[in-house]
C-alpha cells in the first residue's frame, strides 16, 4: 500500500516544533506495517541540499507566479518528494516566519503550491492508495483533490494543533484555485476568509489527531477553536491516535549526545548527567536538589507563564530549573531576568539545541510540562523513556500518556508522573509539592521512574493503527 505524506517540515532537514518529529519518525514505522510512505514537502535550501539520487517527476510552468519541478530522492531512509520552486522557499532561516519575526506575506500561495502538487501527484505520477495531510499547511490538498469527479485516494488530515488554521483574505479565492462553491459555511470559508485547515476538515474522508483526550476536546466549544461544530459534524470520522517517538534516536542506552549512557537497570548512572546538565546551565552542582527541565516553546498555551509565578515555590523545595526554548520575548526576557537573580536555581537557554535537549532528559530529574492544552506533546514521552519523571497538565495527551502518582496508583506501582488540574496557579505549586514529597521518598520515586523507563513509547502501536485506518479507506 502507498501513502503520500504531505507536511510543511521533516526532521532532520527542517524542525520548528514536533511535526518534524512525527513525519520523520511515521515512515519507517508504517514500513514495518507494509505501508511505504512518499513525503512531499515544500523544496527549502536544507531540503534541496540533502536530497540524493534525484530525479524530476512532475514539471509545471506556473505554481503560483513561477515555474517548479518536483524532485524525488532519498534523505537518509526516507523517500522525499521535494517542490522545486525557488520564488516559493527558496529563502533562509524559518519556513513560515521572515527575519522581521512575521509571517511571510506569501505564506498563502506558497502553502496553496503544497496543496496543488500533492493533488497533482497523488492522482498523477504517484498514483497512490492515500493521502496523509498534516495541519493546515498541506489542508488545500483536499480541496484540490475533491474539485475533480474521477475517484481518487483516501484522505487522512491530521491535526496536530487545532490553534494554527492558515486564515487568509477571501480576496485570494481565485489565486488560489478555489471555487465560489467551495467558498461557503458547508466548505472552507470561516468567518469571512479562507481557512485551509477547516478545507482538510470538511473534505478529506478521515480526520485524526495526535492523542484520544485531544480528538475529545477539539469537538467541545472550550477546546474546538471555533471548529468544534465542524469537528462534531464529522462524528465518527474523527478519531485520536496517539503519536510515538523514534526510539532509535531517544535511547538512552546508545545516545551520543549524552556524557553517560544508562537503561533502565541503571538509572543511577543518571547522576553523571545530571551533574553535567547542572554545569552546562551554570547551575549549582548540588546532587540533593531535585533538577527540573523544560524543552518547550515559550507561549501563553505551554504555559511557562505559570512556571515564572511558581519559582518560588520551586526554590523553597529545593528545586532547580534548566529551561530550552524560545517564543514570546516577554517570556524570554522573565526567565533571564530570573535566571540573574538565582543563578544557581535557574538557567535558561533561548533557541533549540538538539544536543541540549537530549542532555536535558538524560539529566533532569524531573520534566515540567505545564501546558493549557497539548495535542500530544513528545517531550514528556522522551522524559518517561530517560528516567526524568513527568509533572504535566492533565489535558490532551499528556492525560493520556502519563500516570498521576497519587495514592491509588503509587499502591499499586503503576505510577509514572505527577499530573494536575486545572492549569492554574495553586494547582502547579500542589503539584510541586507532590512532586518533591515523591523526590523524598526514594523507593516511590526509583518504582516510579523504572515505571515509565518501561513504557513503550514507541511508533508501533500508533503505525499499525494508521495502518488500520489507510487500509479501510482503500477497502
Known amino acids: 500500500m502507498k501513502v503520500l505524506a504531505v507536511t510543511s517540515e521533516v526532521f532532520p532537514l527542517v524542525k520548528t516544533g514536533g511535526l518534524a518529529d512525527v513525519c520523520g519518525a511515521l515512515p519507517a514505522a508504517l514500513a514495518a506495517e507494509g505501508v511505504s510512505v512518499i513525503t512531499l514537502m515544500p523544496g527549502y535550501p536544507p531540503v534541496l541540499t540533502e536530497l540524493r539520487d534525484t530525479v524530476v517527476i512532475l514539471e509545471i510552468a506556473d505554481l503560483f507566479g513561477g515555474p517548479a519541478r518536483a524532485l524525488r530522492g532519498q534523505a537518509g531512509a526516507l523517500d522525499i518528494v521535494a517542490i522545486d520552486a525557488p520564488h516559493l522557499y527558496a529563502r533562509a532561516g524559518d519556513p513560515y516566519v521572515g527575519p522581521d519575526g512575521v509571517d511571510w506575506p506569501d505564506n498563502a500561495v506558497r502553502f496553496a503550491g503544497l496543496g496543488r502538487v500533492a493533488a497533482m501527484l497523488a492522482k498523477g505520477a504517484l498514483a497512490v492508495d492515500a493521502v496523509h495531510l498534516h495541519d493546515w499547511q498541506a489542508g488545500l490538498a483536499a480541496a484540490y483533490l475533491c474539485q475533480r469527479d474521477e475517484p481518487g485516494p483516501g484522505i487522512v488530515a491530521t491535526v496536530h494543533n487545532l490553534a494554527f488554521q492558515g486564515l487568509f483574505g477571501a480576496h485570494m479565492l481565485e489565486a488560489l484555485g478555489l471555487t465560489a462553491e467551495q467558498f461557503s459555511p458547508a466548505g472552507l470559508e470561516y468567518h469571512g476568509a479562507i481557512s485551509f485547515l477547516k478545507a482538510s476538515l470538511i473534505y478529506a474522508d478521515r480526520i485524526t489527531t495526535v492523542s484520544p483526550t485531544y480528538a475529545d476536546e477539539i469537538r467541545t466549544a472550550e477546546g474546538g477553536m471555533g471548529l468544534d461544530g465542524v469537528l462534531r459534524q464529522r462524528g465518527h470520522n474523527v478519531s485520536g491516535i496517539l503519536n510515538g517517538i523514534d526510539t532509535d534516536i531517544w535511547d538512552p542506552e546508545i545516545d551520543p549526545a549524552i556524557p553517560v549512557r544508562f537503561g533502565r537497570g541503571k538509572p543511577v548512572r543518571r547522576a553523571a548527567n545530571k551533574a553535567a546538565l547542572q554545569r552546562h546551565f551554570g547551575l549549582a552542582e548540588n546532587g540533593t536538589a531535585l533538577l527540573c527541565g523544560v524543552v518547550s516553546r515559550m507561549s501563553w498555551q505551554k504555559g511557562l507563564d505559570l512556571l515564572l509565578e511558581v519559582l518560588p515555590v520551586l526554590r523553597a523545595e529545593n ?157
Open 319 to 475: 528545586m532547580q530549573l534548566a529551561l530550552l526554548g524560545s517564543g514570546e520575548p516577554a517570556l524570554q526576557a522573565a526567565f533571564s531576568a530570573a535566571a540573574a537573580r538565582d543563578p544557581d536555581y535557574v538557567g535558561c537557554l533561548f533557541g533549540y539545541d538538539e544536543t541540549v535537549a537530549h542532555l536535558i532528559q538524560a539529566g533532569s530529574d524531573a520534566l515540567l510540562v505545564p501546558s493549557r492544552f497539548e495535542p500530544c506533546g513528545l517531550t514528556q514521552l522522551c522524559a518517561l523513556r530517560y528516567g526524568s519523571i513527568p509533572l504535566v497538565a492533565r489535558v490532551g495527551g499528556l492525560a493520556d500518556t502519563v500516570i498521576d502518582a497519587n495514592a491509588a496508583s503509587l499502591t499499586q506501582g503503576v505510577a509514572t508522573g505527577v499530573q494536575f488540574a486545572p492549569v492554574t496557579r495553586p494547582a502547579l505549586e500542589q503539584a510541586l509539592r507532590r512532586l518533591g514529597m515523591l523526590w523524598r521518598n526514594v523507593p516511590a520515586w526509583r518504582r516510579t521512574q523504572r515505571n515509565g523507563m518501561a513504557m513503550d513509547v514507541s511508533w508501533r502501536g500508533p503505525a499499525a493503527a494508521y495502518a488500520r485506518l489507510f487500509r479501510a479507506l482503500r477497502a
